[in-house]
């Protein structure tokens, strides 16, 4: 063997050498980052909603959390981004679509109540309290009871309660809304869901905690507090239904309440509303006792198959991420058919242009559905309208006012519920045809 054979050979197992220690050298790297996911830049307040702060600790999360900003509109859902002149009353340079332009049956459906005024698509979490903060219903007088859902609340109520978020929460309902606003600071922040030292998950709004326990009732578990009795997997669905469900005030307090004394599908909260008489507002035309559904995806996505198989909103909506050793939680909540490879395809075997065409296809024919609805409601509100001014029997006017009422909520709870059908086909198909059915009734009622 020669001098160059040697040398070469000499080279090859420097190579060799230097690669193993690099591979060790990453191995180690990548081991001590799995026992040390985070490092602790600052500590964290108790009371601290700033997420910045947390993002000093938890960058990466921190840093999909800000994407929350991006507006992206799906072929029947998300919102794009439309420029407008800021003005002294409305700071905002860009809006999401107008749905009342889009669909002008909505403003009918809810004639004389705030959101006939104004009623935009949803955008991202960053922007869920100055949206509020600046929609056309603040026309109408709105309580403190509002802010639950559209900001970080938990510092306000922990300091007007002295220490006690329950006696807080009492105190914020009954605020007028621009007077509580001023305790609030963020949108919904780490601390909502969060513990600030365990960064476990947890439930920060006592009218889920109140909700949740009611619930559980039904099913026969009695004095269920979540924040110590519910499963890990429990609690990545539950920290979204803080805020995404069916509620309404309560009395002249204002309090915010979730109906789910009888259960949680759209007919049982229908029957608790029948029973304690609740009602939003008076139809400006036919002068019925109608009720608002806001935005009941928990409600819904309960009756799915993919809850029914265990699976999590933050499964599908915030889902898990690699980054380098690490496995996070992508904090950029959105629509999963904009990550459907980290969304679905864990799951669902099959190319992302299949999967996107199934769920588009579900929404289709739920959206024919919800045309056809509307359109009878249209045809109802109509017929009931023109009886009173014929002055038809006022005891069957009262019914068809009554099944109008009925009819109304069922088709709103399906049209606020943020999937387009998506999350429980059958349970959104089965309240539309009920509601047809109230309405069917109700015209002859009216004949």
């Known amino acids: 063997m020669n001098k160059k054979q040697m040398a070469l050979i000499v080279v090859v197992f420097l190579i060799i050498g230097a690669g193993i220690g690099f591979l060790a050298t990453d191995i180690a790297v990548k081991k001590s980052e799995q026992k040390n996911p985070f490092f602790r830049v600052v500590e964290i307040s108790p009371l601290e909603d700033d997420p910045a702060v947390w993002g000093k600790n938890f960058p990466l999360q921190y840093d999909t959390y800000l994407r929350t900003v991006d507006q992206v509109r799906t072929k029947h859902g998300g919102s794009e981004s439309i420029p407008r002149m800021p003005s002294s009353a409305d700071p905002r340079d860009h809006v999401a679509q107008d749905k009342l332009k889009e669909d002008p049956r909505l403003k009918m459906m809810w004639l004389g109540y705030a959101f006939s005024k104004d009623f935009r698509e949803e955008r991202g ?3 869920m309290l100055e949206d509020q903060l600046f929609t056309g219903r603040q026309q109408v007088p709105q309580p403190g009871a509002c802010l639950n859902c559209h900001a970080s609340t938990y ?28 305790g609030v600071k963020h949108p919904v922040s780490c601390i909502d869901c969060h513990d600030s030292q365990s960064m476990q998950l947890r439930v ?9 326990a009611k619930y559980k009732a039904t099913l026969g578990v009695q004095k269920y507090e979540v924040n110590k009795m519910a499963t890990r997997q429990e609690m990545r669905t539950f920290v979204c239904a803080q805020c995404h469900v069916e509620y309404y005030f309560k009395g002249t307090e204002k309090r915010l309440t979730f109906p789910w004394d009888k259960g949680i599908k759209g007919d049982e909260i229908l029957k608790e509303y029948q029973e304690n008489g609740h009602k939003d507002w008076i139809h400006a035309e036919t002068k019925a006792p109608v009720l608002k559904a806001q935005h009941p995806e928990f409600e819904m996505f309960s ?7 265990g699976v999590s909103c933050v499964d599908c ?3 898990y991420q690699r980054v380098g050793a690490m496995k996070i939680t992508d904090h950029q909540a959105r ?8 969304s679905c ?55 068809a006012q009554n099944l109008q009422r009925e009819a109304q909520f069922l088709i709103d709870f399906v049209e606020a519920e943020n999937s387009a059908g998506f999350h429980a086909p059958q349970e959104a198909a089965r309240l539309m045809v009920q509601a047809l059915d109230k309405i069917r009734e109700g015209q002859l009622i009216l004949k």
């Not at 109520?157 to 809304?177: C, R, S, T, W």
């Not at 629509?335 to 980290?342: A, D, Q």
């Not at 099959?350 to 559905?369: A, D, N, T």
């Open 303 to 309: 009756q799915g198959v993919h809850a029914k198989s």
């Open 125 to 127: 979490h960053a922007y």
């Open 204 to 212: 920060t709004r006592p009218a889920f905690m109140e909700g949740i």
């Open 345 to 399: 395809q864990t799951c669902h075997h099959s190319p992302e242009s299949e999967l996107l065409s199934k769920v588009e296809l579900i929404q289709s024919r739920h959206l024919e559905m919800r045309n056809r609805a509307l359109d009878a409601l249209m045809a109802f509100i109509t017929d009931l309208k023109n009886a009173q001014a014929k002055n038809f029997d006022p005891a069957k006017v009262k019914k």
């Open 317 to 319: 909506h915030m889902p």
């Open 155 to 182: 510092p306000m109520m922990y300091k007007l309660g002295d220490g006690d978020i329950q006696k807080g929460f009492e105190i914020m309902n009954k605020m007028p809304y621009h007077e509580a606003a001023k």
């Open 335 to 342: 629509s999963p058919l904009l990550n459907i490879n980290k």
